[in-house]
């Protein structure tokens, strides 16, 4: 194998960065040639923390991550080498007992709020994308999700939203997108950026294959 790209999709929360991921590796499920890595898992380990002290954590701060250890697996993904992944379990606001085991592969994929506003990060991805979805339209799926996946009422998401995710996103996630070389506006429903996105990968595989 050729040493490994790597693609980032940076955007806001539930702007729908989750769901190009994915299809994107539902694509190339059978030649196992791209892994997808997701900076959720990498929120810091809160294990120490007492519950009223985790809710009161300032998650869309770039400082909720350890983006140390994120660049590091990446550096070791694209060198040929495996990992073991952290697992986030957004329930209990902190790392999961439980860690994935990745290998390597031809493209990785990192998603998530700051690969793009991370400048180490930033320099690590061959091709950026910039999942572009409007506020109103983010903060409705991120409501829906978050009550249905991740354990939330609906006024801890209002109040979570009003009070830091709104600002933090104007101040650390828009402006990333400048870095974007792809901006994908409205996330997943954008069959012809996904098109775009799938040619590209396939001929990263074909070449590393001849
Ligand atoms: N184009 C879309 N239309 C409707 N719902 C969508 C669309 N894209 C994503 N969603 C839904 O919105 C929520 C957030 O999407 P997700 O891909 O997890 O966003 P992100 O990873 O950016 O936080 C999910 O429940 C997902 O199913
Ligand atoms: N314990 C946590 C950790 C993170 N969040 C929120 O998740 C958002 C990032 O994930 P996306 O999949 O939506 O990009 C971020 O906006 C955090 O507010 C949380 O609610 N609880």
């Known amino acids: 194998?050729?040493?490994?790209?790597?693609?980032?999709?940076?955007?806001?929360?539930?702007?729908?960065?989750?769901?190009?991921?994915?299809?994107l590796k539902e694509a190339f499920e059978n030649t196992q040639?791209?892994?997808i890595i997701r900076q959720d898992?990498?929120?810091?380990?809160?294990?120490q923390k007492t519950m009223e002290e985790r809710i009161k954590t300032n998650y869309d701060?770039?400082?909720?991550?350890?983006?140390?250890?994120?660049?590091?697996h990446l550096?070791?993904?694209?060198s040929g080498g495996s990992v073991e992944k952290p697992t986030y379990d957004f329930v209990h606001h902190t790392r999961s007992d439980h860690v994935?085991?990745?290998?390597?592969?031809?493209?990785?994929?990192?998603?998530?709020?700051?690969?793009?506003?991370?400048?180490?990060?930033?320099?690590?991805?061959?091709?950026?994308?910039?999942?572009?979805?409007d506020a109103d339209i983010r903060f409705?799926?991120?409501l829906l999700r978050d009550v249905n996946d991740r354990g939330r009422t609906l006024d801890s998401v209002v109040t979570q939203y009003t009070t830091r995710v709104r600002d933090m996103h104007n101040q650390f996630v828009e402006p990333s997108?400048?870095?974007?070389?792809?901006?994908?506006?409205?996330?997943?429903?954008?069959?012809v950026a996904i098109d775009l996105l799938l040619t590209k990968i396939s001929s990263i595989i074909h070449r590393n294959v001849v």
């Open 1 to 23: 194998m050729n040493s490994s790209i790597i693609i980032g999709i940076a955007g806001g929360s539930a702007s729908g960065k989750t769901s190009i991921s994915r299809q």
């Open 33 to 35: 040639s791209v892994v």
């Open 41 to 47: 898992d990498y929120y810091k380990d809160q294990h």
């Open 61 to 72: 701060h770039p400082f909720a991550f350890d983006n140390e250890l994120l660049v590091e």
């Open 75 to 78: 550096k070791t993904l694209t």
């Open 100 to 133: 994935e085991h990745i290998d390597s592969s031809d493209v990785i994929v990192i998603e998530g709020l700051f690969v793009l506003e991370n400048e180490e990060l930033r320099d690590l991805c061959d091709i950026k994308v910039f999942v572009d979805t």
């Open 140 to 142: 409705i799926r991120r």
């Open 177 to 191: 997108k400048r870095y974007a070389d792809v901006i994908i506006p409205e996330g997943g429903q954008n069959s």
